[in-house]
């Protein structure tokens, strides 16, 4: 118990609020749990959250789906008068984050792309953000014809990637209307 850091006494009420973490001191758990345990905090207040409970935290924390469709909304969301599409395919909300491991193919980015209405979600892994362009628009091209879905809108953030992906679109003639949120 020595080689356990001593931090100074500091107050975690979010977490501590959450109360059902029934774990003990001193148990092993993998991180990415204990990020879903704990409603996805961001990795550093799992960590701290970690030693203050006195557990010992397994493996690295990863992408996590749910944080990225979160963080998604919150950006997307459209002011003003909302009108949530029910339709299959009618809009998708993409993302392209940095991600936390490099593939053994050398990606380094990870695209997500979901579905307004149904949540049917899309995830990719890049070398570079322009590959997104390749790789999604046959995503695109196969949901329309394997389920007769036209894509209308993708809403995302005007990130050079994203113009260059809409770009292609029009290249495509795709008729995918691109609605572009600050990023
Ligand atoms: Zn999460």
């Not at 380094?108 to 899309?122: G, N, P, R, S």
Request: hydrophobic residues 30%.
């Amino acid at each position: 118990m020595k080689n356990i850091k001593q931090r100074k006494k500091r107050r975690y009420t979010s977490t501590e609020e959450k109360g059902n973490v029934s774990l003990k001191k001193g148990a092993k758990i993998d991180i990415n749990d204990l990020h879903e345990k704990l409603g996805h905090p961001a990795e550093e207040m799992v960590k701290l959250t970690g030693i203050y409970m006195k557990l010992s935290i397994r493996g690295k924390m990863d992408n996590c789906e749910n944080c990225a469709i979160g963080k998604m909304r919150q950006k997307n969301v459209k002011k003003g008068p909302k009108e949530k599409s029910s339709k299959l395919g009618f809009c998708f909300h993409i993302n392209i984050a940095l991600s936390k491991f490099t593939s053994a193919g050398g990606s380094k980015y990870w695209f997500l792309a979901v579905d307004e209405a149904t949540h049917v979600k899309c995830s990719l892994f890049l070398k570079q953000k322009n590959d997104v362009k390749e790789k999604f628009i046959p995503f695109l091209k196969e949901f329309q014809d394997t389920y007769g879905r036209h894509v209308h809108h993708i809403r995302c953030d005007n990130a050079g990637e994203n113009q260059a992906l809409e770009n292609a679109c029009i290249d495509k003639e795709l008729g995918i209307v691109f609605e572009y949120t600050a990023p």
